[in-house]
């Protein structure tokens, strides 16, 4: 209903985001188009091709405006068109301190707090500032002359809001923080904390995965800066103008991701992890991850806790295998190369502990896996493991049970994700405790199939009963509800 009646009628869609939903990447023969490993991506994509509107997002390749087909390919003239996409250049040194700095130094540790030291520079913080007035810029172009709903993603954004309702105060504006957000004790500590709540309440509608990261929000909002923090209808005024928090669990396009992974594409890459990895180790039980190379994933973690599956049940050995799907993220930031150093000698150790003639334990596939490559890792999984220390959502839960149309195979979820609230029916777990991971990928080898079955049709409901598009729609139309029922006082 959103745009087509009621407060937000002929209003423009303007998505705004860090990344860009297109790589380009050079290889030997040109350049390939790639979808970035991004929960965030994944998401938006498909709302933005099915309602059209432009996506202004920090650019990677040349050109300034481009317009996306329905296949997602970058061009002109495309086939058919979707949505422009609009890039915001960088310099080097912008892209250092707002994307490397900031954002991913700074406020992603901080809030994840999964025992990563955020790290704070205040030059960091004024190129964060300046960046987010140049999307700003970009955006009150792309919104003259008209009105515009602006929806910002993420936490590369938050003084972006403010920005705008500061010049165009009938802009339209939600933003979606894809990422937890943290108890005020562990908020505490950033140095910024009151400008970086005051750009967020240029908002309208402020939304997080879960309720508990709403009620984090709602408490920091409420030890840090001078506004109505109103419990009951979760909103907050700050210069008489409200800023609505909800919750909406983000999610996948599960019957899209169901028909692809049918499809010949996905066949394809199926046969290639089997050469990849050798006929017979494509034959035996294959626990699966597929991940950003990232601290708060868990795969120190999870690996550690096969090691001590196969300790303890030396029967296994021989007869299954753990095949790590990982996309080498944000390498700049020294966090995440010790993390990259740390699961090479981990891998090592592991294979050398317990490898044979003709067995390996473990395959860590060190690359950027393409989406049917994703989709047919998650097929040949007899377990798929999500061992987040942290996580808002994790979508890569989704898409495995979207992918499994067969109806079978085990999904293994920590607890600390935001997607455990909605999957009770995955075996949860708690990443912490080498144990109980190493328990349940015993668990997840000799459950039987009735079971693993009952678990995936449950879950497979769930998953197509709140879908991206469900989500979308929710966040739309509680946006129109909301501005209506302030317009009618
Ligand atoms: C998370 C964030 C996204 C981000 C993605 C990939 O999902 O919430 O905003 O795009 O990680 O990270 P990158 O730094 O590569 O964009």
Known sequence: AAFVAGVTAGAKLIVVSNREPCLHEHVADGIRMVRPASGM??????????????????????????????????????????????RVWLSRKEEEGYYYGLANRALWPLCHTVY??????????????????KFRDAVLEEAEGGAAIVFIQDYHLALLPRLLKDVRPDLKILHFWHIPWPNPEAFRIFPWGEELIDGLLG???????????????????????????????????????????????????????SRDAEGETVGRRLAGFLKELGEEHGKLSLFVGADRIDYTKGIPERLRGFDLMLQRHPELVGKVC??????????????????????????DEINWRHQTDDWTPV??????????????????????????????????????????????????LSRYTGAARELGDALL?????????????????????????????????????????????????????????????
């Open 41 to 86: 991506v994944t998401a938006i994509e498909p709302i933005i091709k099915a309602v059209g509107g432009t996506w202004v997002a920090h650019g990677s390749g040349t050109a300034d405006r481009l317009v996306v087909d329905r296949r997602g390919r970058l061009g002109l003239p495309p086939e058919a068109p979707r949505y422009t996409l609009r």
């Open 116 to 133: 990563t030291r955020p790290y704070f520079s205040r030059a960091e913080w004024e190129t964060y500032r300046s960046v987010n007035e």
């Open 203 to 257: 908002n309208d509608l402020l939304g997080f995965h879960i309720q508990y990261h709403c009620n984090n929000f709602l408490d920091t909002v409420d030890r840090f800066i001078e506004a109505r923090v109103d419990l009951e209808h979760f909103r907050v005024f700050r210069g008489g103008r409200p800023t609505w928090v909800r919750p909406f669990p983000i999610s996948v396009d599960a019957s899209q991701i």
């Open 322 to 347: 753990f095949v790590q799907l990982a996309a080498p993220s944000r390498t700049h930031v020294e966090a995440y190369r010790h993390l990259n150093e740390q699961i090479d000698a981990l891998v």
């Open 363 to 412: 395959f860590f596939l060190r690359a950027h896996h393409d989406y049917y490559a994703v989709l047919a890792a998650y097929r040949m999984a007899q377990a798929v493991v999500v061992s987040s220390l942290h996580d808002g959502m994790n979508l890569v839960a989704k898409e495995f049970v979207a992918a499994r149309n067969d109806g079978d195979g085990v999904l293994l």
């Open 429 to 489: 777990i708690n990443p912490f405790d080498g144990d109980g991971l190493a328990d349940a990928m015993y668990r997840a080898c000799v459950m039987p199939e009735a079971e693993r079955r009952e678990r995936m049709e449950r879950l497979r409901s769930q998953v197509e009963r709140n879908t991206v598009y469900d989500w979308g729609l929710n966040v739309f139309a509680e946006l129109e509800r909301l501005l209506g029922q302030e317009e009618n006082g």
